[in-house]
């Protein structure tokens, strides 16, 4: 609330208090009968009075209201700040479990790439075109065709 | 009257200033796309049919390990996010 901003609280604290006071002295002015004018002014002052009860009452309300609220943003940004710091560790833990894996997965590539440049090419010359087990084109297409992303 | 009005909606202006910072991504890792599978030679030998599905097996798991990696990391946020009320 803009008015809370640049006031302080005990302005409007003040304004009922005075409320209080004038709408308690407006009944009493009878018995100052040795200020005579003053008893003429008694309805503007109990006017003044209660627009001072209302105006101080409302802002009072609003004093409570807005320190409720400024208590619960404080709540909420310790509450966001702890979750950001959950988040953050998360992600790290994320992070170092996925480097791990594609580490195992590049590691266990590159043994089965040698076993396979140890292993596997012995058998190259009897599988190649014209050997005993050549390996048809349509194999090939296959496996092509299977790798192909979908467009 | 239309000023009492006017000062009782001032109550009605209060705003939270609490934001909420979008989490971050788990790591370069995980931004980076899937790539395209190898594919084969049409005079392909049989070591090479073997490397390339091993090399194609690879490129699976780590597109599968970065998949997951985004399945968890948006349960984790999701649970974080949704203990902050």
Request: hydrophobic fraction near 45%; aromatic fraction near 12%; charge should be neutral.
């Given at each position: 609330?803009?008015?809370l901003?640049?006031?302080?609280?005990?302005?409007?604290?003040?304004?009922?208090?005075?409320?209080?006071?004038?709408?308690?002295?407006?009944?009493?002015?009878?018995?100052?009968?040795?200020?005579?004018?003053?008893?003429?002014?008694?309805?503007?002052?109990?006017?003044?009075?209660?627009?001072?009860?209302?105006?101080?009452?409302?802002?009072?309300?609003?004093?409570?209201?807005?320190?409720?609220w400024?208590?619960?943003?404080?709540?909420?940004?310790?509450?966001?700040?702890?979750?950001?710091?959950?988040?953050?560790?998360?992600?790290?833990?994320?992070?170092?479990k996925?480097?791990?894996?594609?580490?195992?997965?590049?590691?266990?590539?590159?043994?089965?790439?040698?076993?396979?440049?140890?292993?596997?090419?012995?058998?190259?010359?009897?599988?190649?075109?014209?050997?005993?087990?050549?390996i048809?084109?349509?194999?090939?297409?296959?496996?092509?065709?299977?790798?192909?992303?979908?467009? | 009257?239309?000023?009492?009005?006017?000062?009782?909606?001032?109550?009605?202006?209060?705003?939270?200033?609490?934001?909420?910072?979008?989490?971050?991504?788990?790591?370069?890792?995980?931004?980076?796309?899937?790539?395209?599978?190898?594919?084969?030679?049409?005079?392909?030998?049989?070591?090479?049919?073997?490397?390339?599905?091993?090399?194609?097996?690879?490129?699976?798991?780590?597109?599968?390990?970065?998949?997951?990696?985004?399945?968890?990391?948006?349960q984790?946020?999701?649970?974080?996010?949704?203990?902050?009320?």
């Amino acid at each position: 609330m803009w008015m809370l901003q640049w006031l302080p609280n005990w302005i409007f604290y003040a304004v009922l208090l005075a409320g209080v006071f004038g709408l308690v002295a407006s009944y009493l002015i009878r018995f100052l009968s040795f200020i005579p004018f003053l008893y003429v002014y008694k309805t503007p002052i109990q006017l003044g009075s209660i627009v001072a009860i209302v105006i101080g009452t409302f802002m009072a309300g609003a004093i409570y209201d807005n320190d409720a609220w400024e208590a619960r943003v404080k709540e909420m940004e310790e509450k966001v700040a702890a979750a950001e710091v959950q988040s953050k560790e998360e992600n790290i833990k994320i992070v170092e479990k996925v480097v791990n894996k594609v580490q195992i997965v590049k590691t266990r590539g590159q043994d089965i790439v040698k076993y396979v440049d140890r292993e596997v090419v012995k058998y190259d010359t009897k599988f190649a075109p014209g050997g005993i087990c050549e390996i048809p084109k349509e194999f090939i297409k296959a496996h092509n065709d299977a790798a192909e992303a979908p467009k | 009257m239309k000023y009492i009005l006017l000062l009782l909606m001032i109550g009605c202006s209060t705003t939270v200033p609490v934001t909420v910072k979008f989490p971050e991504a788990p790591g370069n890792v995980a931004m980076t796309a899937c790539p395209q599978l190898q594919k084969l030679a049409e005079d392909a030998k049989l070591s090479d049919i073997s490397k390339t599905v091993s090399v194609n097996y690879g490129t699976y798991y780590e597109c599968a390990i970065k998949t997951d990696a985004w399945i968890e990391w948006y349960q984790k946020q999701k649970h974080i996010f949704e203990s902050v009320k």
